[in-house]
Nanobody, 118 residues
Framework: QVQLVESGGGLVQPGGSLRLSCAAS????????MNWYRQAPGKERELVAS????????NYADSVKGRFTISRDNAKNTVYLQMNSLKPEDTAVYYC???????????WGQGTQVTVSS
């Protein structure tokens, strides 16, 4: 079955860095674009970054451009989110996601908490 397992979250001071990982299994990873979403308390889930199936194309929310970098390793079935210059407003649960068009449904990981605080 499809599994997405995020890791790498934690508590970091403003200006610090974290690298999130999402290990995928149960599907042909290099067939799918992958996404990172986040959800802060009391807010809707928002798309943070996307990467094409080959890794050749990426997109970012305006709020993270220049600070976050999405990447993937298709040999390891893993997608990453490198987060630099973190701000308190980046505090959220971060989720790995992809959409399977054949069955018309999204798949989500369990999420990893990122807290930016001094």
């Amino acid at each position: 079955q499809v599994q997405l397992v995020e890791s790498g979250g934690g508590l970091v001071q403003p200006g610090g860095s974290l690298r999130l990982s999402c290990a995928a299994s149960g599907f042909t990873f290099n067939d799918y674009a992958m996404n990172w979403y986040r959800q802060a308390p009391g807010k809707e889930r928002e798309l943070v970054a996307s990467i094409s199936n080959t890794g050749g194309s990426t997109n970012y929310a305006d709020s993270v451009k220049g600070r976050f970098t999405i990447s993937r390793d298709n040999a390891k079935n893993t997608v990453y989110l490198q987060m630099n210059s973190l701000k308190p407003e980046d505090t959220a649960v971060y989720y790995c996601n992809f959409y399977r068009w054949a069955v018309r449904r999204p798949y989500w990981g369990q999420g990893t908490q990122v807290t930016v605080s001094s």
